[in-house]
């Protein structure tokens, strides 16, 4: 009875996976390729990044309001409509944007989790290691670290995280 049973679930299983259709890791562990998606999969993943990025204009404008660019702090930065509306759109655009990206990750297979985690730490251990190098250095050079600065510390982080993930797990 015992083997039956095993029999059953391993058939139930391979039913299943056949039916699961996961998001393919392209490009070295940079991208995942979009066509490999299907149905609710592809909608949810395009509508998180099509709102992730509309949420990064306004969050562009709002820095640029602050002087985190590197420029001053406008005037009316508390006041102006304009920046109060691209405060409120960053809100609201990357609220739906993680909400999308969360039903996106939730059906997908432990493979792209396990991806989607490796580019997380590599991109908080970037901004914090190399963040915190440049900001500890800045006082002896003269230089004082801005957004983008920061932002690009992020991304080298998930850079070397994307080729680790590449060479450990799809190589």
């Given at each position: 009875?015992?083997?039956?049973?095993?029999?059953?679930?391993?058939?139930?299983?391979?039913?299943?996976?056949?039916?699961l259709k996961?998001?393919?890791?392209t490009?070295?562990?940079?991208?995942?390729?979009i066509?490999?998606?299907?149905?609710a999969?592809?909608e949810?993943?395009?509508?998180?990044?099509?709102?992730?990025?509309?949420?990064?204009?306004?969050?562009?404008?709002?820095?640029?309001s602050?002087g985190?660019?590197?420029?001053?702090?406008?005037?009316?930065?508390?006041?102006?409509?304009?920046?109060?509306?691209?405060?409120?759109?960053?809100v609201?655009f990357?609220?739906?944007?993680?909400?999308?990206?969360?039903?996106?990750?939730?059906?997908?297979?432990?493979?792209?989790?396990?991806y989607?985690?490796?580019?997380?730490?590599?991109?908080?251990?970037?901004?914090?290691?190399?963040?915190?190098?440049?900001?500890?250095?800045?006082?002896?050079?003269g230089?004082?670290?801005?957004?983008?600065?920061?932002l690009?510390?992020?991304?080298?982080?998930?850079?070397?995280?994307?080729?680790?993930?590449?060479?450990?797990?799809?190589?």
């Open positions: 009875m015992s083997s039956l049973l095993d029999i059953l679930i391993a058939y139930t299983n391979i039913i299943f996976l056949q039916k996961m998001a393919k890791i490009q070295k562990g940079m991208w995942i390729k066509s490999s998606l299907k149905g999969d592809k949810n993943y395009i509508i998180s990044n099509a709102c992730l990025l509309i949420g990064a204009i306004a969050w562009g404008f709002h820095l640029a602050v985190a660019l590197g420029g001053e702090y406008a005037e009316d930065a508390t006041t102006a409509t304009e920046f109060n509306i691209a405060r409120i759109c960053v609201i990357w609220g739906i944007g993680i909400y999308f990206y969360s039903k996106f990750l939730a059906t997908q297979d432990e493979l792209l989790k396990k989607h985690s490796y580019l997380a730490v590599g991109g908080f251990l970037g901004f914090v290691l190399i963040g915190m190098i440049l900001s500890l250095l800045s006082p002896y050079f230089f004082k670290p801005t957004f983008y600065e920061y690009l510390a992020s991304l080298f982080g998930i850079f070397l995280a994307a080729f680790k993930f590449h060479r450990k797990y799809l190589s």
